[in-house]
């Protein structure tokens, strides 16, 4: 046995066994001891039923002898009532208001539960305890993968399963295969320097520790290993793009604040403080030797697009080196149709005044402003002219879609790539842009200055290791004059009321928004689903019950992309007053009449989505108002949601939700491709900044890794793998 060899080579395996190695994508035994427990369960906790105590919250594992469903005498609330039992003695559970319960624990059902035990008239009974069907259980303790006794200490690791792959197999999967002394033969990825340094165990013990721990703060040392590590790889490897990218020539573009101010001034607002700042950023980054590469991260309606244009006013304006009559160009890519042509449009208004060409590129098209017979506006042109003026320099401003990363378009001089609403493109078409070298001979392999763009809030922690490569300016500061929006949670019994209220804002002619968790009913035998609102049942509730003399819409990702053209040109136009939609709505609406947002099912939402969504109604000098309606009454949920009445910031926001729900729950997790464990490290600020200062340290004094072939190797498969991001 060795680390390429297959697991089927070595362990005999059934064919259902086969098909879940297959389905968790699991070759070989390199791969297997790389599949980490996601947690370990504590055998202390586990009680029998004889020997349960009140105040006790344990864990039993029992039969379903009887349940039955009934209601409370006095307040009618459902309640399911259950006799479970174990070889030593029975218990009553007891359900409060999950009528389901039953449907899904029928007689004879055996599954592992765990509540609080209490006590009334000498009688123990468990109050809403939680429960998992055993056959999803990994081990049981009637068949004890560990021969020992319920009352000894001892933690045993629990695995994402598959059916026909427990967590018992693998954990006696990983004894055989350190038996076999396979470990002997990993080399430690990480720099015995840094091991010691951070306490850090070495990958043999580690993988030692993370699979069959003797104590918990074995598990836990191992963890913080793969935590470190992986954020460490995904830091080193930012760190050397950001190198290489630095490594190249840029155009030196030099402007003073006093060569802005004519353009700034212009804009039919006062800019932010912020704004300012970020402006200024720009421009010094703009007069260094290597390109700029820098994130702007601020909420929707923060004013992005305004700073943007002033960094292109400084790029055009410059002409190329020994090309005096010749203008640097922009290319300004956003994800979404309707975006490339709103920003056509704006930019027509802000840059007309300066006499230049700005091109439109969509796949379903292309324009050109100004236009030859009407100087003042736009017209239609071929692609194949479009790109032949952009070859030659004469369109200094390009807006478009994932077009522009086309090989065919082809600048002379570009000095300037933005990616407005980065979150939305993958790294490849990220970097595809940012890397259209020129053809021009004399301009090869210089850089042009990256403006990436976004108004998804994450952590700092989170920032500085997904976007490593980039500067972070934050834009934190709404603009001058716009009311501040008014959040409310509202608990079910409030829900007529505000209904009320909303109406009052309707009859002044305003729109409103209602986010529903869902789009379909939900399927009445799932559990969890039951209490969940769906966009297409509230929104015939809606029509039938509260808004009859509206018009109500409905908006949802599944639905053709005509269709929703469709619905949001009439909520645009105001043909349609409500408009229930999922959370996906388009980037970029802007609908400034509509100035209500209800959030139903709001418990379900991290808080930065939730501030993301109500984000989409702070579009005017109206009053906008957001209610978050909450089904649960729990104390921390609506503590929870208060955050967002006293949080402004997304970017807070995104800590809280980080610090109270963990990092499952960060807006837009699946495409930075780290794994849970490496989420572990991402609550961690010290681990983070630790593992952020030995990657530069190191990219600094090995610049092309020579000396650490098995580090150089991780990172080329760590950017081979984000192109899914
Ligand atoms: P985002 O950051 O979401 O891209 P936009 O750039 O689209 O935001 O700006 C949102 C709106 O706010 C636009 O209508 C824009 O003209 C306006 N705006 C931008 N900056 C200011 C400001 N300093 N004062 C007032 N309005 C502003
Ligand atoms: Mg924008």
Redesign the pocket.
């Known amino acids: 046995m060795d680390l390429r060899s297959t697991i089927e080579s070595q362990f005999r395996l059934t064919t259902t066994q086969k098909k879940a190695l297959e389905k968790i994508g699991l070759k070989t035994i390199e791969d297997l001891l790389f599949y980490f427990p996601t947690r370990y369960e504590d055998t202390t906790k586990l009680k029998n039923i004889a020997d349960l105590e009140a105040g006790d919250k344990p864990i039993i594992y029992a039969k379903v002898k009887s349940i039955r469903m009934g209601k409370t005498f006095m307040k009618k609330t459902p309640i399911t009532e259950a006799i479970l039992e174990d070889s030593t003695g029975t218990v009553k559970a007891t359900w409060f208001s999950q009528p389901y319960i039953a449907k899904m624990l029928k007689v004879g059902t055996s599954a592992k539960f765990q509540g609080t035990i209490s006590e009334r008239n000498k009688q123990l009974y468990i109050t809403n305890p939680e429960y998992k069907n055993l056959n999803s259980i990994p081990l049981v303790t009637s068949d004890s993968l560990f021969n020992q006794k319920i009352t000894d200490n001892f933690i045993y690791p629990v695995y994402p399963e598959s059916r026909g792959i427990t967590s018992k197999w693998f954990y006696h999967t990983m004894l055989k295969i350190f038996k076999a002394g396979i470990l002997d033969e990993i080399e430690d990825t990480l720099p015995e320097k840094i091991l010691r340094k951070y306490h850090l165990p070495s990958l043999k013990t580690a993988l030692i520790w993370i699979h069959s721990p003797q104590k918990k703060s074995d598990s836990l040392s191992a963890r913080k290993r793969f935590a470190f590590e992986e954020i460490f790889f995904i830091q080193l490897s930012r760190a050397k793009q950001k190198k290489e990218y630095q490594s190249y020539p840029s155009f030196r573009i030099k402007k003073t604040k006093k060569d802005m101010a004519k353009f700034i001034s212009r ?1 039919p ?4 403080n912020s ?1 300012t700042k970020s402006i200024n950023q720009i421009l010094d980054d703009f007069g260094k030797d290597y390109a700029m590469s820098r994130l702007l991260e ?9 700073v943007a244009a002033s960094a292109i006013y400084a790029v055009t304006t410059t002409p190329p080196k020994n090309q005096p009559s010749a203008k640097l160009q922009t290319a300004y890519m956003v994800p979404t149709e309707i975006l490339a042509k709103q920003h056509f449009e704006s930019f027509i208004q802000y840059f007309a005044h300066l006499n230049i060409n700005i091109g439109l590129i969509t796949s379903s098209g292309c324009r050109k402003f100004p236009s030859k017979v009407d100087p003042t506006g736009w017209t239609k042109i071929s692609r194949a002219q479009l790109l032949k003026w952009v070859a030659n320099g004469e369109i200094p401003i390009l807006i478009g879609t994932h077009s522009l990363i086309s090989k065919s378009v082809v600048f002379k001089n570009l000095a300037f790539v933005i990616i407005d609403e980065q979150h939305r493109f993958g790294l490849m078409q990220r970097q595809g842009l940012a890397q259209k070298t020129n053809i021009c001979s004399d301009n090869k392999n210089i850089m042009p200055h990256l403006l990436s ?1 976004t ?1 998804t809030p994450i952590p700092r922690t989170l920032a500085l290791t997904i976007y490593g490569d980039l500067d972070l300016t934050l ?1 934190d500061q709404m ?4 009311k501040p929006i008014i959040t409310e949670i509202i608990l079910p019994d409030k829900r007529e009321k505000t209904y009320e209220q909303i109406k009052i804002e309707l009859k002044k002619g305003r729109q409103a928004y209602i986010i529903c968790p869902r789009i379909d009913e939900p399927d009445p035998d799932k559990a969890t689903a039951l209490r969940v609102k769906s966009v297409k049942a509230e929104a015939s509730r809606l029509k039938k019950d509260i808004f009859k003399e509206y018009e109500i819409g409905i908006l949802h990702s599944k639905m053709k992309p005509a269709e929703k053209e469709g619905v949001m040109g009439d909520f645009t136009e105001g043909k349609i007053t409500l408009l229930v939609a999922t959370s996906v709505i388009e980037v970029g609406v802007n609908v400034p009449n509509a100035t209500i947002i209800i959030l139903e099912g709001a418990e379900r939402f991290g808080l930065a989505q939730l501030h993301q969504l109500r984000g989409r109604v702070i ?1 005017s000098n109206h009053q906008a108002y957001c209610y978050v309606f909450s089904e649960t009454k729990t104390k921390k949920t609506s503590d929870r949601l208060n955050a967002l009445q006293t949080t402004k910031n997304g970017f807070e926001l995104a800590e809280h939700d980080l610090t109270l729900r963990g990092a499952g729950e960060l807006t837009g997790r699946k495409q930075w491709g780290i794994s849970d464990l490496g989420m572990e490290a991402i609550k961690n600020i010290k681990m983070v900044e630790a593992s952020r200062l030995e990657a530069q340290k190191l990219i600094t004094t090995n610049p092309d890794l020579k000396k650490y072939p098995l580090i150089k190797k991780k990172i080329t498969q760590i950017q081979n793998s984000t192109h899914f991001e």
């Open positions: 804009f607002f006062k800019t932010t704004q601020g909420d929707v309606g923060s004013g992005k697009t305004a763009m108004a834009l603009p001058h004059g716009r579009r």
